[in-house]
């Protein structure tokens, strides 16, 4: 069965330090995976899209990578600031499916504190 | 921002009643998607549309209908509320056969 597994499930940082955020996968083959940002009470953005051969794609403090070999995705943050603290999701697209049978992971919440 | 609207935004009904969320786009997107968010799971799409009048359903469809009349608006409605529809719904569009925006959703609580 196709499944996407984020941990940790939560995390508080400080502000301005780094963290780094796993995103595993049972999706194969597939052809693109993305991370979205979901603040508390509003829809997901998407910060990063990466197709099967794409090894890294950054977005601002935001750099997410991707080793297909393994099945695993990372988004790392830099330099936290208070507005990083919300949900990150991690999305599979299955290869040769629509759009329609993406596969999300539940998230990561974080948390930043000052 | 997408321009994505739904409403309402928040929402408290009673078991039984029929309720209707709406989705708008400015976008003219052709493919258009609902997604339920529980806690515990990922999104999981209910219904989704790929033109006006075209309409196919998702992973957790039972319960559900909707409607497409045109290109800006997708309707979701839940014919006879249950409790277990309690839920936070949103609404995404896109140009190709990809989610790529989300509205802000409504948050349906179902007494």
């Known amino acids: 069965k196709n499944q996407v597994e984020q941990s940790p499930q939560s995390l508080i940082i400080l502000e301005g330090k780094n963290c780094t955020l796993q995103?595993?996968?049972?999706?194969?083959?597939?052809?693109?995976l993305r991370w979205y940002k979901q603040d508390t009470g509003r829809g997901p953005v998407s910060l990063t899209i990466m197709t099967f051969s794409e090894n890294t794609k950054s977005n601002g403090r935001y750099t997410a990578t991707l080793d297909a070999d393994t099945k695993q995705s990372s988004l790392h943050i830099t330099a936290s600031q208070l507005s990083d603290s919300a949900s990150y999701i991690c999305?599979?697209?299955?290869?040769?499916?629509?759009?329609?049978?993406?596969?999300f992971g539940k998230g990561t919440t974080l948390s930043v504190s000052s | 921002d997408a321009g994505i609207t739904q409403s309402p935004r928040h929402k408290v009904t009673e078991t039984g009643t029929p309720v209707t969320l709406r989705c708008h786009q400015t976008e003219n997107h052709r493919y258009m998607y609902w997604y339920r968010q529980d806690p515990g799971h990922g999104l999981r799409l209910i219904h989704y549309?790929?033109?006006?009048?075209?309409?196919d359903k998702g992973e957790v469809s039972d319960g559900y209908s909707v409607s497409r009349s045109k290109t800006e608006d997708f309707l979701l409605t839940l014919e006879s509320a249950t409790s277990s529809q309690t839920s936070v719904y949103f609404c995404a569009t896109g140009s190709n056969n990809q989610p790529q925006h989300f509205g802000d959703g409504t948050r349906l609580s179902i007494l």
């Open positions: 995103c595993n996968y049972t999706v194969s083959p597939f052809s693109n």
């Open positions: 549309s790929y033109g006006v009048k075209d309409t």
């Open positions: 999305v599979v697209t299955p290869a040769n499916q629509a759009g329609t049978a993406l596969i």
